[in-house]
Nanobody, 128 residues
Framework: HVQLVESGGGSVQTGGSLRLSCAAS????????IAWFRQTPGKEREGVAV????????YYTDSVKGRFTISQDNAKNTMALQMNSLKPEDTAMYYC??????????????????????WGQGTQVTVS
């Protein structure tokens, strides 16, 4: 069992920055695939970024590449999503998701919400 809790959401102006955190009940994220998704009413849940903690490899969707960075925080059980140059289109509820992965390709290819077993409750990001 893995429990995830997101934090760090809020309201910012266009061009601003936010740093989201995902804390897990496990002592380490090693061998886990961690992803950030976002969703607004009437739209599909969109995969934003993925990290395979065993190797530190990452994937980003094109709309956030160069602006967002996913990483393991100094706290070993915490993963961060640094969001810079925020746009109104980034406004959404952001979710942290986790699933066990054996290999890099086994993780980075998991870009859909149905491919993750564990989910946080979400944190709201509003950009105006």
């Amino acid at each position: 069992h893995v429990q995830l809790v997101e934090s760090g959401g809020g309201s910012v102006q266009t061009g601003g920055s936010l740093r989201l955190s995902c804390a897990a009940s496990v002592s380490t994220y090693n061998s886990y695939c961690i992803a950030w998704f976002r969703q607004t009413p009437g739209k599909e849940r969109e995969g934003v970024a993925v990290i395979f903690l065993h190797a530190g490899t990452t994937y980003y969707t094109d709309s956030v590449k160069g602006r967002f960075t996913i990483s393991q925080d100094n706290a070993k059980n915490t993963m961060a999503l640094q969001m810079n140059s925020l746009k109104p289109e980034d406004t959404a509820m952001y979710y942290c998701a986790a699933e066990w992965a054996r290999y890099n390709a086994d993780c980075l290819s998991r870009r859909g919400p149905d491919e993750y077993k564990y989910w946080g409750q979400g944190t709201q990001v509003t950009v105006s």
